[in-house]
């Protein structure tokens, strides 16, 4: 048996079965999202049928991402010390039943490989490995048995050179939590709203019940100073959640619909755009801010 199979058996402790599933889940990783995007359509047309939200509910509560911003996620993968953390008080971060557990061992150990969404709807922007895996345990386990995937080990600023890039793009990060790979932290993904299983399937669930969703906000929100503002309009054409419009000239903003990504903000030419953190949403993921309140002494 590999070590980094022994790691993940260890990992998971006696729940053989999460084990299992997480070793399945990986080993088919793309089947696994295709199907999901196929059946996405169906549910697509089913949302007036209410009693879909205890299925999404009891989904998302053992599978979901944390939407993080640039300035959180460059701290992560810079990241030279180990982070635990792990109680109740999580939940003021990543507000689910199950897996809200924020580890990074040895973070800097990183592997990349393909996102299996994006292969999934064929992406024709982005060909590179943009998933990324942080912490020896998960990230050597990918590389052991992630070839057909392209997984490479990659360093800190390699890894953050590929997530530059993609922002330019319109991607945005996600932390992705799930029961079966450990409940934790560890896959940073770069993500687009057309070529995202998370993404898509949160829109089609939102249409259930509003509050229905399989990614948290990244905990901030959006001001804008208005004698920067220009109304370019370029803030609309980069929001992907439909959070900023212009409407007879006036700029309008739904702070319920902003994911916090900072998107906005990034591509604000006149620096009008900033974030804040919005105490009505979940904490952010800022490391600073976890290893201060959250982190186990």
Known sequence: MKESTRIM???HGWRIDRFIHNYIYFAFYYPYVKIVQLVLP??????WFKPLSVVGDFVFSRYHSKVISVGDTQKIFSLNEDITAISEKNKRI???KYAFKILFKEADYIAAMDCPCKKAYNDKVVTEP????????????????????HARKVTQKEALDTINKLRKLGYINQAFFKVATGGSTGVICTCHPDTCVSLKASAITKKIHPYLSQNIESGYSVQCDTKKCKKCGTCVKTCHFGAIKMVNGIRTYNKDLCLGCELCVENCAQNALSLYVDPVKAVPLDIDLVKKEFANR
């Open 42 to 47: 169906l549910a697509g047309l089913l949302t």
């Open 94 to 96: 990543i507000p689910m």
């Open 9 to 11: 058996l260890k990992k």
């Open 130 to 149: 943009s998933c990324f895996a942080l912490g020896k345990g998960l990230a050597s386990f990918w590389l052991d048995h992630g070839q057909k995937y």
